[in-house]
């Protein structure tokens, strides 16, 4: 009997057993909380039509996804920020990062009496939050926002003080934009912030920032929208400058493809992305998947819901928030899912074998 | 508490040698009372070896960043996840100064409360505002953060902050800039949050002054103020001493309403107005995200040293109880 028609008989088999005689399989996956809305949405969708399979993700953080996906605890994991080279030696070379879904970050300010949205240059947003810039009047502010009046204000800096896969996303871009950010600070969840007060998560930049006359924090852009906050137009790197929406942020994925080829890990930035129209600040969120698994059961599972996620699950994203992926990205990540094996076998042949 | 007190038990035959009591006499006399014994006692003890083996994790998982940075670790500032460069001076700093800012503010208010409620409050307001002031206690730190963020600090800035800098402004505690988040709106909040605690404790401990310490000072032509300074507080000064250290070791601990407002910044300032950081705070923040195994480390040895003070604390504490309560006050041997 060879594979095929053992798998069609299995598969046979599977659906005339009523309910409860077939194995559930359970998933589960740890990590990042900025996708965990729109990823228990996908996986509640998900077990519906396909009540055999249950898939559980806890959002405890991108870097304690990393660490339980690492140490084999669950099925796989979720990061903003890719894992280090030294991270994938450590497990032998044996991960696989496929974007889900796309997320921007915005620099949020509390400015009275400015209705227009105020419009900051890289290399002015380096500097504010080097804290080189001080005042919201500074000659270099108001030399990018004529017609603006600004007032003679303190600038405050707030920035996350929890570690975080936004904060990452934020200093990777200032990182790109700024060579003396790049050598004083540089990029990571936490970083050592040259200025500013510290709020823990989303909320509480958020309401730091609110709270503070002169604040500009960053937040995602999703919780900026959701909560009406007001937030800066950046110049991206074509010159053009950008309000983060779900489409420009799409267009800094579409942007950055071209410097990704098709044999990419998917670990690249997507921050000051070459898109005439891209957002400067977004970034993929990752799906930690192993390239080889034990249990074929289970990784054809997994693969087949991550394929799911990749195609229908994509039209739920502008809805929660989320910017869905470029849709010229799915044959590559087609081909990174066929080539997940367990027991020295393909666990799956692409959407026709479904 | 005190110990059982030295009577014969109506009921029980007696017919053992005189020296012994008889409630003494029937301990361990069965085999069923051993049993039980031996269990609480296993009970009791599996308490000290836990704080002997949550010292000992912490110590085992600090041990890298012990190794790489030494001493220093206590001295330095920089906290630099990205060159894994790591100092916790200004946490350590940050907790000590928000936790004695909070008991600058709640002792006052606490012990005024506790000799209001005991000494002047008519009969009829005391259990009322007791329970109230208690009930303070039973509200979650994250909603005494939220209301930092959204009551506290407007009205600081608005109507405490001004005046405040106007008068002081010229000491190096009141300098600077106000941004909210601060020292002392951790402080703040701090005190809101120990003050049921010790006011509580306090209310008890004045409570069981006896009536006759009163008595005797009214009669010695003391009015009511005089009575309660010279003659109730120094009685219970012990179970007092005792209730502010409790109020200080909840301090010490506070992790979510102190994280919202403090400010979270990596810095020592001797002003009140400058954003801080606290050894709780920090470990909370920055757990989940420690991804490089000296990251984690450093944030044990964050926890090993807010072990260290917290048990140091309440050493002198104790050591402070024992020297006051020479005089057998009261409170001192529940303490």
């Known amino acids: 009997m060879n594979r095929t028609t053992f798998l069609a008989l299995a598969a046979l088999l599977g659906a005339a057993v009523p309910g409860g005689a077939t194995a559930q399989t359970q998933l589960n996956g740890a990590g990042a909380t900025f996708p965990n809305i729109i990823y228990q949405n996908w996986m509640l969708a998900y077990n519906q039509t396909h009540p055999d399979v249950k898939l559980n993700y806890q959002s405890i953080g991108s870097g304690g996804g990393i660490r339980q996906f690492s140490d084999g605890t669950v099925d796989f994991g979720g990061t903003d920020a890719p894992m280090t080279d030294s991270a994938i030696a450590a497990i032998g070379g044996n991960v696989l990062h496929i974007p889900t879904v796309l997320g921007a970050v915005v620099a949020a300010y509390n400015l009275e009496g400015v209705a227009q949205p105020v419009r900051l240059t890289s290399d002015v947003l380096a500097d504010i939050f080097l804290g080189k810039v001080t005042k919201w009047n500074d000659a270099r502010i108001a030399s990018i926002n004529s017609g603006v009046t600004l007032p003679n204000q303190d600038i405050i800096v707030v920035h996350r003080s929890d570690g975080s896969g936004t904060s990452f996303v934020w200093t990777d871009y200032l990182s790109k934009v700024s060579p003396e950010w790049s050598q004083k600070v540089g990029k990571g969840p936490s970083v050592n912030w040259p200025v500013g007060l510290g709020g823990r998560g989303n909320e509480g930049v958020a309401a730091t920032v609110r709270q503070t006359p002169g604040a500009i924090g960053y937040v995602e852009l999703g919780y900026a929208l959701i909560n009406k906050m007001p937030f800066a137009t950046l110049r991206n790197q074509s010159g053009n400058f950008v309000v983060a929406s779900l489409e420009s942020v799409t267009a800094a994925a579409a942007g950055a493809m071209k410097d990704m080829g098709a044999t990419t890990d998917f670990r690249v930035s997507i921050t000051n992305s070459a898109g005439a129209q891209a957002y400067p600040a977004a970034s993929f969120t990752w799906l930690l998947i192993h390239k080889t698994y034990d249990d074929s059961a289970k990784a054809r599972a997994l693969v087949q819901f991550v394929w799911w996620a990749e195609n229908d699950g994509q039209a739920k994203a502008p809805e929660l928030g989320y910017a869905p992926l470029p849709k010229e990205l799915r044959p590559w990540i087609q081909t990174r899912l066929k080539s997940i094996t367990a027991g020295g076998r393909a666990v799956w042949k692409g959407p026709a074998t479904e | ?335």
């Open chain 2, 1 to 335: 508490m005190t110990s059982l007190p030295n009577l014969p038990i109506e009921g029980i035959p007696s017919g053992r040698p005189s020296g012994e009591t008889r409630w003494q006499s029937l301990l361990g006399a069965d085999r069923s009372d051993r049993i039980y014994r031996r269990v609480l006692t296993g009970i009791a003890l599996a308490l000290p070896a836990l704080i002997l083996v949550l010292f000992g994790v912490l110590f085992v998982e600090s041990l890298p960043a012990l190794k790489r940075f030494g001493p220093s670790f206590l001295v330095t500032s920089t906290w630099d996840p990205v060159a894994e460069v790591y100092g916790a001076a200004p946490m350590i700093f940050g907790t000590l100064a928000s936790s004695f800012l909070a008991l600058l503010i709640a002792v006052p208010l606490a012990l005024s409360v506790a000799i209001f409620l005991t000494e002047f409050a008519p009969r009829w307001l005391r259990q009322p505002v007791a329970f109230l002031v208690e009930l303070l206690a039973a509200i979650p730190s994250v909603v005494y953060g939220t209301w930092g963020i959204f009551v506290l600090i407007p009205f600081l800035r608005t109507y405490v902050v001004p005046p405040l800098k106007a008068v002081l402004g010229w000491t190096p505690f009141f300098n600077g800039v106000f941004y909210g988040n601060s020292l002392l709106a951790g402080g703040i909040i701090l005190a809101i949050m120990i003050v049921p605690y010790i006011a509580a404790v306090s209310r008890e401990v004045l409570l069981a002054v006896p009536t006759s310490q009163r008595e005797a000072a009214l009669a010695m032509g003391a009015t009511r103020w005089e009575a309660v300074r010279s003659a109730v507080l120094p009685y219970g000064r012990a179970g007092l001493i005792g209730a502010i250290i409790l109020g200080l070791g909840r301090a010490l601990g506070e992790t979510m309403a102190v994280t919202m407002v403090i400010g979270n910044r990596h810095d020592i300032g001797i002003s009140v107005f400058q954003p801080a950081y606290t050894m709780a705070a920090a470990i909370a923040n920055e757990f989940s995200e420690a991804t490089t195994d000296m990251y984690l480390s450093a944030l044990f040895e964050v926890g090993l040293i807010l072990f260290v003070v917290t048990v140091v604390v309440n050493a002198v504490a104790r050591i402070l109880i024992w020297r006051v309560a020479k005089d057998a006050a009261v409170g001192s041997k529940a303490l």
